[in-house]
């Protein structure tokens, strides 16, 4: 890992690198939108004296979402390999989504709850912090202490800080007006959780309390050990803020399982169980469509990285309301062009 790390070399947005020795091919990558650093490959090279130009989308940001900047358009392509992962559902709107937040966190807080909330380390975990900021500053917010407890989060956080000259200006205006350009410094009685003793320190807290753990889909991490603790318990609250892939612990509890097995014992799952998927980094299906449709000359399109009901819904919703017609490829296949 090591010595890959040390053939890294940092590239900016729009820069066009070659790639290989033959000078026949050539690599650009634009500014996804999704979490930070991420990018949408595009890849040109010559055949037969003609060239010709493969996008992959890679995972697509919201245009409304804090923290990050817009996804980027594409003006050029031949084959479009466009991600689909909310290709059946739109999100709601920020506000909505802010206004359910607010709520639910004060149903908990009214029963003397604990939080529960798996977030990913990088992009979940800080905008998660953002908006928790906000309702603060706006008087929305109960008196909770909050628990960052991943001590990866809080490295990626720090990275966070150093990059606020790229994030979204007018949230990264923000956090300059409000803690001097330092979203960790964002948010009174934020707590950072480094060691596994501080982890297992949060268990004789008995309510008040936020607790932001890793992973995102409960397959790991120090999450597991707070649903240990805490699922059983009726006023507790697990509030997903993103995608549950199928056959994931996070998704198996979403569905509404009420038994499941942690560290070799069965626990009773009696905690309220709440999704805001409006909180979701990954375009909606409006948003795929309007960004499938932006790039010009009819490229052909395929649709990947989703379950297979999404990538039918989206497929269909392009054929009907706007005559596009899609691939689906299926594990395996080899597609020529």
């Known amino acids: 890992m090591e010595k890959a790390l040390s053939l890294i070399?940092?590239?900016?947005?729009?820069?066009?690198?070659?790639?290989?020795?033959?000078g026949k091919a050539s690599v650009c990558f634009t500014d996804a939108g999704h979490i930070l650093g991420s990018a949408i490959t595009s890849l040109t090279f010559k055949e037969d004296g003609e060239e010709k130009t493969l996008v992959f989308s890679g995972d697509l940001g919201k245009k409304v979402s804090v923290l990050m900047n817009e996804p980027a358009l594409v003006n050029k392509a031949?084959?479009?390999?466009?991600?689909?992962?909310?290709?059946?559902?739109?999100?709601?709107?920020?506000?909505?989504?802010?206004?359910?937040l607010e709520q639910i966190l004060k149903e908990t807080w009214e029963a003397k709850g604990i939080v529960m909330i798996p977030s990913f380390a990088v992009g979940r975990t800080q905008e998660i912090i953002f908006h928790l900021v906000l309702l603060h500053y706006e008087g929305r917010l109960d008196p909770w202490q909050v628990f960052l407890d991943s001590p990866m989060a809080i490295k990626v956080t720090d990275i966070y800080d150093e990059c606020l000259s790229v994030l979204d200006r007018e949230d990264a205006a923000k956090i300059?007006?409000?803690?001097?350009?330092?979203?960790k410094?964002?948010?009174?009685?934020?707590?950072y959780v480094h060691?596994?003793?501080?982890?297992?320190?949060?268990?004789?807290?008995?309510?008040?309390?936020?607790?932001?753990?890793?992973?995102?889909?409960?397959?790991?991490?120090?999450?597991?050990?707070?649903?240990?603790q805490r699922v059983w318990d009726p006023k507790n609250?697990?509030?997903?803020?993103?995608?549950?892939?199928?056959?994931?612990?996070?998704?198996?509890?979403?569905?509404?399982?009420?038994k499941i097995r942690l560290f070799g014992e069965d626990t009773v799952v009696k905690s309220r169980i709440e999704t805001l998927n409006g909180f979701s980094a990954h375009a909606d299906q409006a948003e795929l469509i309007e960004w499938l449709m932006a790039i010009p000359d009819n490229p052909r399109r395929m649709l990947v990285h989703g379950e297979l009901s999404s990538l039918d819904a989206l497929s269909m919703k392009l054929w009907e309301d706007h005559k596009i017609t899609t691939?689906?490829?299926?594990?395996?296949?080899q597609m020529y062009f």
Do not use: W
Request: proline fraction near 6%; charged fraction near 25%; charge should be neutral.
């Open 9 to 22: 070399k940092p590239l900016r947005y729009g820069e066009r690198f070659p790639v290989g020795k033959t």
């Open 78 to 100: 031949d084959v479009v390999l466009m991600e689909g992962t909310y290709g059946n559902r739109c999100h709601l709107n920020q506000r909505e989504t802010i206004d359910e």
């Open 176 to 183: 300059r007006e409000m803690h001097k350009g330092s979203l």
């Open 185 to 191: 410094g964002f948010l009174p009685r934020l707590n």
């Open 195 to 228: 060691s596994p003793e501080e982890s297992m320190a949060l268990n004789d807290i008995p309510d008040g309390a936020i607790i932001i753990a890793d992973s995102g889909m409960c397959t790991g991490g120090r999450i597991r050990h707070h649903l240990k």
């Open 237 to 258: 609250l697990l509030l997903f803020v993103g995608f549950q892939a199928a056959g994931t612990l996070g998704r198996i509890l979403v569905d509404g399982v009420k």
């Open 327 to 333: 691939e689906i490829p299926y594990p395996g296949q």
